[in-house]
């Protein structure tokens, strides 16, 4: 990574922008907050006055793009997954702003009132029928009373209430007191949904007591312009809505033909207008003197050639630059995370922890091949493991093709698929004991049986588990001593010598000579004298480094470290889980099969998709959190600290348009 400083003439600055967003090599930072100093004896350059005319232009056709889109039908679920919507690619001019102005205005004035007059009708609409819809809703309560609608409310004589009410004791104790009511009710739903439906008739001069019993116990209904019987005001309200949503419809065909004929041509050239605003737009980072524009930035090393030649071009020399070796401290140059294609999917993993710091050891693939290992060995079956590559290969060649992200993370779900096929075999394990219970007919058999360099294949985790944990404890010493060992090299990097010599360095010989004591003491490994007393003078060298870095609180550190190795042990359970399962599975499904009779097959059939499936998905799961787990605390714990930031050159983005330059 190289620090770039450009100089560029005031009458060149437009030609530098454009250049930069082209060639997207250089990552603009705003020199206000960056490097604020700058600005004591310089001034904050202004944003472009042409880039509140972008915004208003994008504002509008934002407009009328989420007007039509929200009226065009779309594939749902599985569909769309399987077959996205794919964007229509424009080929555009390179043209001035002012062309560009003059074209979308030109564009808007044409279709920008049609649409907003649409679509406001059909707001209008919408309103009026859901007014409409209230008020069916209420008169379905009143079809059994037979009154006109229009008698609610107050006469000369006469005062009419009608609403819903869940106290209906109390309304009628209340009318009984007034000799002139009449009362009619009717009730919907029971038990505690129980609600009425009343009309309350009553002389004027009893309106203050028809009021009080309103307020306090009824929801009253009004009606605006609704007149008639209930069962016909319904038939109308019905007629009435069935006539606006045919309007509607008309109304939103209109407008999916403007979707059909001009959406993309609105994308695009909303598009073309974001990449404008956000060239007029960054001028804000710069800082200014009368004559030339000063931008601070970062380009990769490796670009710095083709860098100075585009920007030399572009301005005619009217540019002065300089590059600079960046220091972590204070410049804090963001992160390029360079990885081969293959372990792309892998830069997710790494980002959910934490981007590693400017010339941090980049752990990306040395994770990824553990991660994938972990996985493999803790979800140990190797029916999951051809579902899980069947599935990745056919996101990988289906959908991978509309979507990178679709690509890379099925390119490493195969990786984890084909691991965990690997490991089920040689672990017996194939949907739990699926071939030889039912094609055997005897579970204890091997799915098949081989001699391989004297080693007895396959192994059974059910049945051999120390075998296992044995397997997991020694993948968990390479993990932990591959962290050391990066541990050491990114403190040498980074000059920190005594960390190296005591911190860092001091698990090689202790690990080595604990070996060897323990082994001899514990395991009765029959270590010759002059053995033993390596084995000593190693231990003893670490437990010095070990004080020297950290005093006797120090000593702690190898409880935590033993209790790092021991976390591996997660390998066997979570491998052991897996079998488990499907094996309980597949007795389950079998004893129902067999005890249900002329249907029992097709039950156990039912039975065996069903478990797997959830087994499958609950274990992945598990699995892909623990492997996790195990890189992000014990594995990064030995060397890794994160907290970078990424590169993010000042680069256009197509998605709607390409030149014509462009394949």
Same mark, same amino acid.
């Given at each position: 990574m190289?620090?770039v400083?450009?100089?560029?003439h005031?009458?060149?600055v437009e030609?530098?922008?454009?250049?930069?967003h082209?060639?997207?090599?250089?990552?603009?930072?705003?020199?206000?907050r960056?490097?604020?100093q700058?600005?004591e004896?310089?001034?904050?350059?202004?944003?472009h006055?042409?880039?509140e005319?972008?915004?208003?232009?994008?504002?509008? *056709?934002?407009?009328?793009?989420?007007?039509?889109?929200?009226?065009?039908p779309h594939k749902?679920?599985?569909?769309?997954?399987?077959?996205?919507?794919?964007p229509?690619?424009?080929?555009?001019e390179?043209?001035?702003?002012?062309?560009?102005f003059?074209?979308a205005?030109?564009?808007?004035?044409?279709?920008?009132k049609?649409?907003l007059?649409k679509e406001e009708?059909?707001? +209008?609409?919408?309103?009026?029928?859901?007014k409409?819809k209230?008020?069916?809703?209420?008169?379905n309560?009143l079809?059994?009373f037979?009154?006109?609608l229009?008698d $609610?409310?107050?006469s000369?004589y006469?005062?009419v209430?009608?609403?819903?009410?869940?106290?209906?004791?109390?309304?009628?104790?209340?009318?009984?007191?007034?000799?002139?009511?009449t009362?009619?009710?009717?009730?919907f739903?029971?038990k505690k949904k129980a609600e009425?439906?009343?009309?309350?008739?009553?002389?004027?001069?009893?309106?203050?007591?028809i009021e009080?019993?309103?307020?306090?116990a009824?929801?009253?209904?009004?009606?605006?312009?609704?007149?008639?019987?209930?069962?016909?005001?319904?038939?109308n309200?019905?007629?009435e809505?069935?006539?606006?949503?045919?309007?509607?419809?008309?109304? $939103?065909?209109?407008?999916?033909?403007?979707?059909?004929?001009?959406?993309?041509?609105?994308?695009?050239?909303?598009?073309?207008?974001?990449?404008?605003?956000?060239?007029?737009?960054?001028?804000?980072?710069?800082?200014?003197?009368?004559?030339?524009?000063?931008?601070?930035g970062?380009?990769?090393?490796e670009?710095?050639?083709?860098?100075?030649?585009?920007?030399t071009?572009? +301005?005619?020399?009217?540019?002065t630059?300089?590059?600079?070796k960046?220091?972590?401290?204070?410049d804090?140059?963001?992160?390029y995370?360079?990885?081969p294609?293959?372990?792309?999917?892998?830069?997710?993993?790494?980002?959910?922890?934490?981007?590693?710091r400017?010339?941090?050891?980049?752990? +990306?693939?040395?994770m990824?091949?553990f991660f994938?290992?972990?996985?493999?060995?803790?979800?140990g079956?190797?029916?999951y493991?051809?579902v $899980?590559?069947i599935?990745?290969?056919f996101g990988y060649?289906k959908l991978?093709?509309?979507?990178d992200?679709?690509r890379?993370?099925?390119?490493m779900?195969f990786w984890?698929?084909?691991?965990t096929?690997i490991?089920g075999?040689?672990?017996?394990s194939?949907?739990?004991?699926?071939?030889p219970?039912?094609?055997y007919?005897?579970?204890?058999?091997?799915?098949?049986s081989?001699?391989?360099?004297?080693i007895?294949?396959?192994?059974n985790?059910?049945?051999?588990?120390?075998?296992i944990?044995v $397997?997991?404890?020694?993948?968990?010493?390479?993990h932990?001593n591959?962290?050391?060992i990066?541990?050491?090299?990114?403190a040498f990097?980074?000059?920190?010598?005594k960390?190296?010599?005591?911190t860092k360095?001091?698990w090689?010989?202790?690990q080595?000579?604990?070996?060897? *004591?323990?082994?001899?003491?514990?395991?009765?490994?029959?270590?010759?004298?002059?053995?033993?007393?390596v084995?000593?003078?190693?231990?003893?060298i670490?437990?010095?480094?070990?004080?020297i870095?950290a005093g006797?609180?120090?000593f702690?550190?190898?409880?935590?470290?033993v209790?790092d190795?021991?976390?591996?042990a997660?390998?066997?359970?979570?491998?052991?889980a897996?079998?488990?399962?499907?094996l309980?599975?597949?007795?389950v499904?079998? *004893?129902?099969g067999?005890?249900?009779?002329?249907?029992?097959?097709i039950?156990?059939?039912?039975?065996?998709i069903?478990a797997?499936?959830?087994?499958?998905?609950?274990?992945?799961?598990?699995?892909?959190?623990?492997?996790?787990r195990?890189?992000y605390?014990?594995f990064?714990?030995r060397?890794?600290?994160?907290?970078?930031?990424?590169?993010?050159?000042?680069?256009?983005?197509?998605?709607?348009t390409?030149?014509?330059?462009?394949?």
């Amino acid at each position: 990574m190289k620090k770039v400083t450009l100089v560029v003439h005031r009458n060149y600055v437009e030609d530098a922008i454009k250049t930069l967003h082209e060639n997207g090599l250089m990552q603009i930072i705003d020199i206000s907050r960056q490097e604020p100093q700058v600005l004591e004896e310089l001034e904050k350059a202004e944003m472009h006055p042409e880039a509140e005319t972008c915004a208003i232009y994008e504002l509008r *056709l934002t407009r009328l793009i989420d007007i039509l889109k929200r009226i065009t039908p779309h594939k749902k679920g599985i569909k769309a997954m399987l077959n996205p919507e794919l964007p229509d690619v424009k080929t555009v001019e390179e043209d001035s702003i002012e062309e560009l102005f003059s074209y979308a205005e030109g564009y808007l004035d044409k279709t920008e009132k049609k649409i907003l007059e649409k679509e406001e009708k059909l707001q +209008t609409l919408n309103e009026q029928k859901e007014k409409l819809k209230q008020d069916l809703e209420k008169i379905n309560y009143l079809l059994s009373f037979d009154f006109d609608l229009s008698d $609610i409310g107050e006469s000369e004589y006469l005062i009419v209430k009608v609403g819903i009410t869940k106290d209906l004791d109390f309304i009628k104790e209340k009318i009984k007191e007034i000799e002139t009511a009449t009362f009619y009710s009717k009730q919907f739903g029971t038990k505690k949904k129980a609600e009425w439906a009343v009309l309350i008739a009553a002389h004027k001069n009893y309106q203050e007591e028809i009021e009080k019993i309103s307020k306090a116990a009824l929801s009253e209904f009004s009606f605006d312009n609704t007149v008639g019987k209930p069962k016909d005001a319904s038939k109308n309200l019905k007629q009435e809505i069935q006539k606006i949503e045919t309007e509607q419809k008309k109304i $939103i065909a209109e407008l999916q033909v403007y979707s059909k004929n001009q959406l993309s041509d609105l994308l695009s050239l909303r598009e073309q207008i974001q990449l404008e605003k956000i060239r007029k737009e960054i001028s804000h980072n710069f800082a200014k003197t009368d004559s030339s524009y000063i931008i601070k930035g970062w380009i990769l090393e490796e670009n710095e050639a083709a860098f100075e030649k585009a920007i030399t071009n572009a +301005t005619n020399e009217y540019i002065t630059y300089k590059f600079e070796k960046p220091s972590p401290n204070p410049d804090n140059p963001p992160t390029y995370i360079k990885t081969p294609r293959w372990a792309e999917g892998f830069k997710g993993l790494v980002s959910m922890f934490s981007l590693p710091r400017y010339n941090e050891i980049n752990p +990306t693939i040395i994770m990824g091949i553990f991660f994938v290992l972990f996985f493999g060995v803790m979800l140990g079956d190797a029916g999951y493991g051809l579902v $899980i590559l069947i599935l990745s290969l056919f996101g990988y060649f289906k959908l991978g093709k509309h979507s990178d992200m679709f690509r890379n993370w099925s390119f490493m779900g195969f990786w984890m698929g084909l691991v965990t096929t690997i490991v089920g075999f040689l672990t017996n394990s194939f949907f739990g004991d699926f071939i030889p219970r039912f094609f055997y007919g005897n579970p204890d058999l091997p799915i098949y049986s081989i001699n391989l360099f004297g080693i007895q294949l396959p192994a059974n985790s059910i049945k051999d588990p120390i075998t296992i944990l044995v $397997i997991a404890l020694i993948f968990g010493l390479l993990h932990l001593n591959v962290g050391v060992i990066l541990g050491i090299i990114q403190a040498f990097k980074e000059k920190k010598y005594k960390e190296l010599l005591t911190t860092k360095l001091c698990w090689i010989p202790l690990q080595i000579g604990g070996g060897i *004591l323990i082994g001899s003491s514990i395991l009765g490994i029959p270590f010759t004298g002059t053995m033993m007393m390596v084995g000593a003078i190693l231990a003893i060298i670490g437990l010095v480094q070990l004080f020297i870095s950290a005093g006797p609180i120090g000593f702690f550190g190898i409880t935590g470290y033993v209790g790092d190795w021991l976390s591996y042990a997660r390998l066997l359970a979570l491998g052991l889980a897996t079998a488990g399962m499907a094996l309980a599975f597949n007795v389950v499904a079998q *004893l129902l099969g067999n005890m249900i009779p002329y249907i029992g097959f097709i039950i156990m059939i039912i039975l065996l998709i069903f478990a797997h499936i959830v087994n499958l998905g609950l274990q992945a799961l598990g699995a892909g959190i623990h492997s996790l787990r195990l890189q992000y605390v014990e594995f990064f714990n030995r060397f890794y600290e994160g907290g970078g930031h990424e590169f993010s050159p000042f680069k256009i983005k197509r998605k709607y348009t390409k030149t014509k330059d462009e394949k």
